[in-house]
């Protein structure tokens, strides 16, 4: 990047006292940084002035999209008349209580208590902590092995980091702990590829969760306390199960006393075209956990709702919960998470991403790369949609050194204004909820261009 001075003396600050996440900040610091500067709507400035359509909302959380004036608004007078307090100690604070009654009014039938943390991860940590809680309570201690599935993404501490079906996030840490295990994922795309043959979607769903029921039964369901997963996978390449799965998977956690815990840290808050995924799919979880949009990313805040079974024994237990962070429940973050649900209510951001806005990029995304040649698959639900890129799209086989080609693509994508996200390679997207069509079809016209290009790179134009 030829950067102005005041780029450049970022750039140099950045790399001489700034460690980035999930990066390797030697290589990034040859480059140098791209500096973002400010945000209005679907898109970001860096310090260049470059214009940037960010088709990935950040990380998958600015639903309301950026330079909503309404949320700084919120989080200025909450800022002026509380800018902290906790609590601990027998007190809570007007926001925390709004926030926590609003989302009883949204979340899945039962889940009518709230607890708050700062990042789905410490959600996802904060839930498995209650989870181990809840079968002591029950009498039943040996029950403490937490299953989850390959692809899996739920965060960076230990625990959620032990859930992970990334592998790569493991080796540096010396995770899983001991009491995770693993079950596969309901990737029908991959399945042909992972020696399933040719199986119908349907047939495969319900295949995989065989598979939980199988590893149940070997583990003993007597030692399994828990099973988590998101309704979509999303960092794991954007995995939407086939219909059969969900039931199936339901009957297997009820039918061995396994507690449900749903991750909706990307799918919650209109994502998929329902307030959550677990409505979109009809789930109904014993516990969930829920990040990102809960305050469109404008605030650090997490949440991590009870069902009535766990809400009862947890709450009935008549001792101290002894849990809980300096900052849970912030009163600027619930401020802004508030005044984030009114905002995606009163401009219906939910059934517009349901009915018109989703729907619509739907379209356009299949019209355009359904038939192309190194396109495999277009597959998606409300605002999250995924482009997978392939070697043979009649074989459904993959590239070998998944990643390379889609990072490649990506590259194309960056250096045309256009953020979208490369899971090994599987092209990513999810806007934000306010994205217009004329702005849709600004993403398909980049994209195209990217994946062309891709095209003409490998020789298959
Ligand atoms: N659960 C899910 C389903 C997630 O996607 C987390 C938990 C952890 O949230 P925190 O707030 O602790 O980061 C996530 C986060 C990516 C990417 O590149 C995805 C996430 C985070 C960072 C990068 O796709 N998801």
């Known amino acids: 990047m030829h950067g102005s001075n ?12 700034h460690v980035h996440p999930f990066s390797d900040t030697a290589a990034l610091n040859k480059e140098g940084v791209r500096v973002i500067t400010h945000g209005d709507g ?7 002035g470059e214009k940037i359509l960010d088709a990935m909302s950040g990380l998958w959380c600015v639903q309301v999209g950026y330079g909503n004036g309404a949320l700084a608004e919120a989080g200025y007078e909450a800022l002026k008349r509380l800018p902290y307090y906790n609590h601990f100690f027998k007190t809570s604070n007007p926001w925390t209580i709004e926030l926590a009654a609003k989302l009883a009014t ?12 700062n990042s789905g991860s410490e959600a996802n940590d904060s839930a498995l902590k209650l989870i181990r809680y809840y079968w002591n309570l029950k009498g039943r201690p040996e029950k403490k092995i937490h299953l989850s599935r390959d692809y899996a993404y739920h965060g960076v501490t230990m625990a959620a980091a032990s859930l992970s079906g990334l592998t790569p996030m493991h080796p540096q840490w010396d995770l899983p702990l001991p009491g995770f295990d693993k079950v596969p994922a309901p990737y029908w795309y991959g399945a042909k590829e992972a020696g399933y043959g040719d199986i119908a979607p349907e047939e495969f769903g319900l295949l995989i ?14 030692r399994v306390a828990s099973f988590s997963a998101e309704p979509i996978q999303g960092a794991g390449g954007l995995i939407f199960p086939p219909d059969s799965y969900w039931p199936e998977v339901q009957r297997i956690c009820a039918r061995h006393d396994v507690l449900l815990h749903i991750d909706e840290v990307i799918t919650g808050f209109g994502r998929t075209g329902e307030w959550f995924g677990s409505q979109t799919y009809g789930i109904a979880p014993d516990i969930m956990t829920m990040a990102k ?12 709702s009870l069902g009535a079974r766990m809400s009862q024994t947890i709450l009935n237990a008549n001792e101290e919960l002894v849990h809980g962070y300096t900052y849970s429940g912030h009163p600027v973050a619930c401020a802004v998470a508030l005044r984030n649900l009114e905002v995606i209510e009163r401009q219906n951001l939910v059934s517009r991403t349901r009915d018109i806005i989703g729907p619509y990029l739907q379209r356009r995304l299949k019209e355009t790369f359904a038939g192309h040649p190194l396109v495999g698959e277009v597959r998606g639900k409300g605002l999250l949609a995924a482009i997978e890129l392939v070697r043979d799209k009649t074989e459904r086989k993959f590239f070998p050194d998944p990643g390379t080609i889609g990072t490649h693509c990506r590259n194309y994508c960056f250096n045309s204004g256009l953020v979208s996200r490369a899971i090994r390679d599987t092209m990513v997207l999810a806007p934000p909820l306010i994205v217009s069509e004329t702005e849709v079809e600004e993403i398909v016209a980049k994209l195209k261009n990217a994946i062309d290009r891709t095209a003409k790179d490998l020789g298959k134009l």
């Open 42 to 48: 679907v898109y970001l400035w860096d310090s260049e």
């Open 106 to 117: 949204l979340l899945p039938e039962g889940h009518d208590h709230v607890l708050f943390a």
């Open 6 to 17: 005041q780029t450049k003396h970022w750039q140099a600050l950045d790399a001489a006292h």
């Open 209 to 222: 969760a065989k598979k939980l029921e199988e590893k149940i039964l070997e583990l003993g369901p007597d």
């Open 293 to 304: 949009g809960l305050s469109s990313g404008y605030q650090p805040i997490s949440a991590i």
